[in-house]
């Protein structure tokens, strides 16, 4: 999936059958079909979980064979992590490896190299915004108003001492979770809270109508 995104903001056609966003036309819908009449070139992604399954291993057989027909280089094999070579076979096992196990950040930047070499055509002109859309969903987007939650705040001055509330009786789990959505206050123990603002007034029956002044000393040693 990753790299299906990084290819198509690179500007590649890209054929994907679990992002389907990324074709932007007609792809077909069986895979043998898109890598005997719809592809340029196939990556292999082998990996310990690809090389024992026999969907991928066919996959990559087929391609040898497409390339077999064209005379040319077709299937570029990506090595994904340590898998174990015997369990490759014959046909594959002495091929020349694109290495993402160490880094798919180099092992991209090799693979970018290698499509060019290939003169793989990259028509695409929206594969950045093409790409990032494929993130997100129909209806992610709406007119509605949101909360935005945020602990990034510029204080201009801290208080010199940090209230100190305990609460006139106990807060059962609703009470407690509606009090975190309103109110910022770090607590210590059962009924002890600590802030720098007095609790909502919808909630100031439960705390002691006058609170304890801590200085920070006395709040780190907390």
Known sequence: MWLARKLTAEGYFVWCDKLKLLGGQEWPREINTAITEKTFLMLGLMSKASVVRDNPRGEWTLALAVASELKRD??????????????????????????????????????????????????RMDGRSLSARSFTTAGVVTCQPDVLASNFVRFTKAPESVLQFHSRRYLNGKEYSSLKATWAFRSLKQGTFLSIAPPPKNYSEAFDKTPSHLDWAQVRAR
Do not use: C, E, M
């Not at 096992?93 to 693979?111: K, M």
């Not at 970018?112 to 990259?122: E, I, Q």
């Open 74 to 123: 077709f299937l570029i094999p990506i090595r994904v992590d340590d898998f174990d070579h015997k369990q490759l076979g014959f046909l594959h096992i002495n091929r020349q490896y694109i290495d993402f196990s160490q880094s798919w950040a180099s092992g991209f930047r090799d693979l970018l190299v290698t499509l060019d070499a290939l003169h793989a055509p990259k028509p």
